[in-house]
């Protein structure tokens, strides 16, 4: 049996980000930034948001939710018009997933 899986490269609405960094994380981590796009409309879970953090005159934000099949990641990200913007997504370290389990278990909303 074959199985062809299309991984989405391409932003959905109200997303954008560099193709190359979404490239990169899909190379390191094995998923896209289409699929960490996921976190934001997470039905079960609400994603944890940290910051906002000043770079170089750009508000960013680290938002920390769980992907479709699960896993929990770190995002980092910013606001363009009313678009988000994804810098990088990374898989969430222990302290992390702990904190956005705490979150949705009502500890630290």
């Known amino acids: 049996m074959y199985i062809h899986v299309i991984r989405l490269m391409t932003p959905p609405t109200?997303?954008?980000?560099?193709?190359a960094q979404c490239d990169r994380?899909?190379?390191?981590?094995?998923?896209?930034?289409?699929?960490?796009?996921d976190v934001f409309e997470?039905?079960?879970?609400?994603?944890l948001r940290i910051g906002p953090m000043d770079h170089d005159g750009e508000m960013r934000y680290r938002?920390?939710?769980r992907m479709s099949w699960g896993l929990i990641?770190?995002?980092a990200y910013t606001m363009?018009?009313?678009d988000r913007r994804?810098?990088?997504?990374?898989p969430a370290r222990k302290?992390?997933?702990r904190a956005f389990e705490d979150h949705n278990r009502g500890g630290a909303r």
């Open 80 to 82: 363009r018009g009313t």
């Open 63 to 65: 938002a920390i939710g």
């Open 42 to 47: 997470d039905e079960e879970f609400d994603y």
């Open 86 to 90: 994804i810098i990088w997504a990374r």
């Open 73 to 75: 990641v770190v995002v």
């Open 95 to 97: 302290d992390e997933r």
């Open 25 to 37: 994380c899909s190379e390191t981590f094995g998923f896209t930034f289409a699929e960490v796009a």
């Open 14 to 19: 109200g997303f954008q980000w560099d193709p």
